[in-house]
Nanobody, 112 residues
Framework: VQLVESGGGVVQAGESLRLSCAASGTRVRDNPMSWYRQAPAQEREWVGSIAIDGVTSYADSTKGRFTISRDNARNTVYLQMNSLKSEDSGSYYC???????RGQGTQVSVSS
């Protein structure tokens, strides 16, 4: 199983980014999928998840601004991030919570 994130970058506060998590060796539709982030010297933070049935859930810090979706044909999970804030900066990675498999992450930097 391999998970590969992409889409990170440097943006201004208020802008948007869409992260992708492309899976191989497993089907995203058969797994719950989660996004996490970690800023330097800070604890890892759960961002949100999408369940097998497509139901999504989010951390309070991201609710209303971030949206997780899934494209079964592309075998990819997305994290749409709007109204970005400087505190959203960090390394974002996707993870299959039931197996612990995760990607290497993609870096997001939001300047105020």
């Amino acid at each position: 199983v391999q998970l590969v994130e992409s889409g990170g970058g440097v943006v201004q506060a208020g802008e948007s980014l869409r992260l992708s998590c492309a899976a191989s060796g497993t089907r995203v539709r058969d797994n719950p999928m989660s996004w996490y982030r970690q800023a330097p010297a800070q604890e890892r933070e759960w961002v949100g998840s999408i369940a097998i049935d497509g139901v999504t859930s989010y951390a309070d810090s991201t609710k209303g601004r971030f949206t997780i979706s899934r494209d079964n044909a592309r075998n990819t999970v997305y994290l749409q991030m709007n109204s970005l804030k400087s505190e959203d900066s960090g390394s974002y990675y996707c993870k299959i919570p039931t197996t612990g498999q995760r990607g290497q992450g993609t870096q997001v930097s939001v300047s105020s």
